[in-house]
């Protein structure tokens, strides 16, 4: 079945610091999807993509489609406490799989 | 527009004992989706209903049913818990199939014992 991978599981940072999470898939793409989930609080969709080499951006955060629709990535441009929580992403292949997400920390 | 409403909030079970998560959405989603969140891990499918009058099991469907009442409204019943079962379940819903973004509702944190 479809496998879904998120890297890295943690990442503490010092505000100011850039951060990236990682998400890969062992099958190609029809989609992926980036969640966000603050502690205690629920997954809020952030977007998606859809096309391969797809880049798409909203302020400070960078979203990344493989040229092989199998691998996307989160990048966050100087960090701001308010970006803590769990990112998530989910690959849709016929069905929607959730990768266990990324924490981010942000130290003041 | 409330999006994604769940009750109730929280939930104490013996093992053994049955309950019903209640979940309703007011954006007229064809698909709706029970998900549930243990600690440090992502979120698990257990059932999803694609459209009004059909369901279909997910990743960890063992001990759970689900009922699409209606548009509206979709539910998971655990018949008998289990402390495996603790855990938080989330009800989501997206306007046609997973191609589609998914809106989750606050959650339920129920715990067996």
């Known amino acids: 079945g479809q496998q879904v991978m998120q890297i890295p599981q943690y990442q503490h940072v010092q505000e100011g610091e850039d951060f990236t999470t990682y998400c890969n898939s062992s099958t190609t793409l029809s989609n992926i999807q980036w969640y966000k989930q603050r502690p205690g609080g629920h997954p809020v969709f952030l977007i998606q993509l859809v096309k391969s080499g797809e880049v798409k951006k909203q302020k400070r955060l960078t979203f990344q489609f493989g040229e092989a629709k199998k691998n996307s990535s989160l990048h966050i441009t100087a960090t701001q406490t308010t970006d803590v929580g769990t990112y998530f992403c989910a690959a849709v292949a016929g069905k929607s799989t959730f990768g266990d997400g990324t924490t981010l920390t942000v130290k003041p | 527009n409330a999006g994604v409403t769940q009750t109730p909030k929280f939930q104490v079970l013996k093992t053994g004992q049955s309950m019903t998560l209640q979940c309703a959405q007011d954006m007229n989603h064809n698909s709706m989706y029970w998900y549930r969140q243990d600690p440090g891990m992502g979120l698990r499918l257990i059932y999803y209903?694609?459209?009004?009058?059909?369901?279909d099991k997910g990743e960890v469907p063992n001990g759970y049913n689900v009922s699409r009442l209606n548009k509206r409204e979709f539910s998971l019943r655990l018949e008998s818990a289990a402390p495996s079962q603790t855990s938080v379940y989330f009800c989501?819903?997206?306007?046609?199939?997973?191609?589609?973004?998914?809106?989750f509702g606050p959650g339920t944190r129920l715990t067996v014992t």
């Open positions: 989501a819903s997206s306007s046609r199939g997973v191609i589609y973004e998914q809106y």
């Open positions: 209903s694609a459209s009004e009058g059909t369901t």
